[in-house]
């Protein structure tokens, strides 16, 4: 005999949300995170201007999550969507995010789908081939190459914003880590919105912001979507975002609701901060933003094949978009 | 009579000589917090209260994935 039940049908309960003393069976669970992130896209204005989002699917719980749950707002938010998959070239690991997606995107007959491949960018490499012959470590150039072409994709089909699947604990276990190891500058970039720079870059918007990492799992178990649920082959022993991750859990485990007041404090403490980054150039290859005049892909592609292979990038992508509309 | 218990992505599996025991029993052996793990019993979450039994399996699955 079951003794809880979902507070508005009264069918059992698969969800309890300790921080808002919350009983829900599956249909009124997906109906509650829906109807939160739409709360959240109103309450930070994260969509503007055109409406048009790029929203960056990896096949991961939480951007398969965040395409879901926009695309269930569509029709009542006039959003057009543009779905952008980046297949790293991670051997299996990537082939089955790329499947994921394209399973996702038949589910919700969602087009346009625009899947880009490092290695028709890179000359026959990966991202951990570029990391290799850039001695820098693979997730930090797997992430500014994700950045750089998002942001290529996102100008190319004039988004207004570039939607990513950050939930609370992504965002928290960052700002930790920047308030620990310094790098506070960057922290101004983890708002719901960050704008963008006119004709440089397209601004980023959060609409998980409010949904715990944990409410993101739940969602995509219960909806049966399609998402790849392993550890990325590249990943650290132990990082320190783990470790974050691990600590907030714990806070929240004693204290629900601790992770969503400290984002919403960590809102209200950085807004109207001025950005201490600096300039922003057009880069002199590709015309994507720079800090020197060259942007990280063109100075990273330089170095390892002879040349900046931004501007063979946008080319590719371009080619992608207009396929994608055939 | 055994609880079987998968933990995923870890790829873990363990056996449980419990009659029965409860979600959140369960995860605290593990060394997890409630808020890092979620509990399916074939393709249905269960709550921390919910009581497993012996002859069940269930799947832990880790809520970050390292993806």
Redesign the interface.
């Known amino acids: 005999m079951y ?2 039940r979902c507070k508005y049908c009264g069918k059992r ?4 949300l300790r921080y808002a003393m919350l ?1 829900l069976c ?1 249909e009124h669970y997906l109906n509650y995170i829906i109807s939160k992130v739409e709360k959240t896209i109103k309450r930070y204005r994260l969509v503007e201007r055109s409406k048009r989002l790029l929203v960056a699917v ?1 096949g ?2 939480d951007s398969s999550v965040l395409t879901h749950v926009l695309w269930s707002l569509k029709s009542k938010l006039d959003l057009e969507i543009v779905l952008f998959h980046l297949h790293l070239g991670l051997g299996e690991y990537s082939n089955k995010q790329e499947r994921a997606v394209r399973e996702l995107a038949s589910l919700l007959a969602a087009r346009p789908l625009i899947v880009v491949y490092a290695r028709e960018i890179l000359p026959g490499d990966g991202i951990p081939e570029l990391a290799l012959k850039v001695g820098r470590s693979t997730c930090s150039v797997c992430g500014a190459v994700k950045r750089y072409l998002m942001n290529v994709a996102a100008m190319a089909v004039r988004a207004d914003a570039i939607a990513t699947g950050h939930n609370t ?1 992504d965002i928290l276990a960052y700002f930790l880590k920047n308030l620990v190891f310094g790098g506070e500058e960057y922290s101004l970039k983890l708002t719901p919105r960050t704008e963008g720079l006119d004709g440089l870059a397209i601004a980023r918007a959060r609409p998980l912001y409010e949904v ?3 409410e993101t ?2 969602y995509a ?2 909806s ?1 979507i399609p998402f ?5 082959p590249f ?1 650290p022993e132990r990082s320190i975002e ?1 470790v974050n ?2 600590y907030l ?2 806070l ?2 004693r204290a629900p609701g601790s992770k969503l007041r400290l984002a919403r404090r960590f809102v209200s403490m950085v807004t109207g901060s001025e950005s201490t980054i600096g300039e922003v150039l057009a880069c002199r290859y590709c015309g994507m933003p720079s800090r020197s005049g060259v942007c990280t892909f063109c100075r990273l592609t330089s170095r390892v094949y002879g040349e900046p292979l931004g501007p063979k990038a946008v080319d590719i992508i371009k080619a992608k978009i207009l396929e994608s509309k055939t | 009579m055994t609880i079987k218990v998968r933990v995923t992505p870890r790829g873990q599996t363990l056996t449980l000589e419990q009659n029965r025991i409860t979600v959140k029993r369960l995860i605290a052996i593990l060394g997890l917090s409630i808020e890092s793990a979620v509990v399916v019993r074939g393709e249905e979450p269960l709550l921390e209260t919910d009581e497993i039994r012996e002859g069940e399996e269930v799947t832990v699955v880790l809520v970050a994935s390292g993806g």
């Not at chain 1, 790849?228 to 990325?232: F, G």
Request: charged share 40%.
């Open positions: 003794s809880v309960a698969v969800v309890s009983n599956g990896s991961g719980k604990d715990y990492e944990r799992l739940l178990i219960l049966k790849v649920h392993e550890e990325c990943r783990e991750k691990d859990n714990r929240e485990e």
